[in-house]
T-cell receptor
Framework: DTEVTQTPKHLVMGMTNKKSLKCEQH?????MYWYKQKAKKPPELMFV???????INESVPSRFSPECPNSSLLNLHLHALQPEDSALYLC??????????????FGPGTRLTVL | DAKTTQPPSMDCAEGRAANLPCNHS???????VYWYRQIHSQGPQYIIH?????ETNEMASLIITEDRKSSTLILPHATLRDTAVYYC????????????WGAGTKLIIKP
């Protein structure tokens, strides 16, 4: 299984809502990532988990809260978002080789719209 | 961190080789060059990577100049399904995690 799955595919939420994005992989990868991608731009790294511990937070606002319940699952909890947070949210995973050669496998993304 | 520069768009005829250039003139000696592509409304897909030597896999070939300041991704027989945005990326080493993404090249394969 070389697939990263993400749910939901689309999400519309109001600025006062609380919602969660989910990501799952069964490739035995020990690093998992959240990216944000605006239209016609490359993905921007938000968070990295390595061995279920948060290792990188790219100065993301606290209204985005990541969680890694186990090595296969990654969540992104959303609360009090702004309309400018509307974007495609991508999850990725990779082996944690530590040698800089491991490619990242991406999920299809969740298209988020904040009203 | 090394940055990459790519042309914003390119066309290629179906069945011909597509050659996508990338400039990474400030790359360090231990930084890898990666290529990903993103078909419309999908997640990015890994294509190939290299350090110094040319590389080939079932999808593409990667040619890296001897001074490592530029590279070319070659899709040998482009099909309509190869229409996508192609990203040239430098991987920060020793960090395993961070990809420095370029702006990407929109490749359009024409029948």
């Amino acid at each position: 299984d070389t697939e990263v799955t993400q749910t939901p595919k689309h999400l519309v939420m109001g600025m006062t809502n609380k919602k969660s994005l989910k990501c799952e992989q069964h490739m035995g990868h020990r690093a998992m990532y959240w990216y944000k991608q605006k239209a016609k731009k490359p993905p921007e790294l938000m968070f990295v988990y390595s061995y279920e511990k948060l290792s990188i937070n790219e100065s993301v606002p606290s209204r985005f809260s990541p969680e890694c319940p186990n090595s296969s699952l990654l969540n992104l909890h959303l609360h009090a978002l702004q309309p400018e947070d509307s974007a495609l949210y991508l999850c990725a995973s990779s082996q944690d080789s530590g040698q800089g050669k491991s490619e990242q496998f991406f999920g299809p993304g969740t298209r988020l719209t904040v009203l | 961190d090394a940055k990459t520069t790519q042309p914003p768009s390119m066309d290629c005829a179906e069945g011909r080789a597509a050659n996508l250039p990338c400039n990474h003139s400030t790359i360090s000696g231990n930084e890898y060059v990666y290529w990903y592509r993103q078909i419309h409304s999908q997640g990015p897909q890994y294509i190939i990577h290299g350090l110094k030597n040319n590389e080939t896999n079932e999808m593409a070939s990667l040619i890296i100049t001897e001074d490592r300041k530029s590279s070319t991704l070659i899709l040998p027989h482009a099909t309509l399904r190869d229409t996508a945005v192609y990203y040239c990326i430098v991987r920060v080493v020793p960090s395993n995690y961070q990809l420095i993404w370029g702006a990407g090249t929109k490749l359009i394969i024409k029948p």
